[in-house]
């Protein structure tokens, strides 16, 4: 006998809204899931630098996974969506 583990999660996006673009972030809210590989943490710092002080980027929240293989904890999920105009999820390495 074989165990077969399905590794995808599970579609938390609402449909209509999934793939909205903005037309600028210039005083929008970024957000970024940090996946807890090594490294992104230094990555998300220097990327929220840079699009406060060259896009115009309002605010930006960051907030990290327990885990790489496990999805973001639905609780992240939903104060992202709530409050950010555009979530970005990071990779490190």
Do not use: W
């Not at 399905?6 to 209509?16: F, S």
């Not at 999805?71 to 104060?79: D, F, G, K, L, N």
């Amino acid at each position: 006998m074989v165990l077969l583990y399905d590794p995808t999660a599970t579609r938390r996006a609402e449909p209509e809204k999934a793939g909205l673009k903005v037309a600028t972030l210039s005083g929008k809210t970024v957000g970024f899931i940090d996946n807890a590989k090594p490294n992104f943490n230094h990555l998300v710092d220097d990327l929220a630098d840079l699009l406060v002080a060259e896009y115009g980027v309002k605010q930006v929240i960051k907030r990290r996974k327990r885990s790489a293989s496990v999805p973001a904890p639905e609780e992240i999920v939903r104060e992202l969506a709530n409050e950010c105009d555009v979530v970005i999820a990071g990779s490190g390495d």
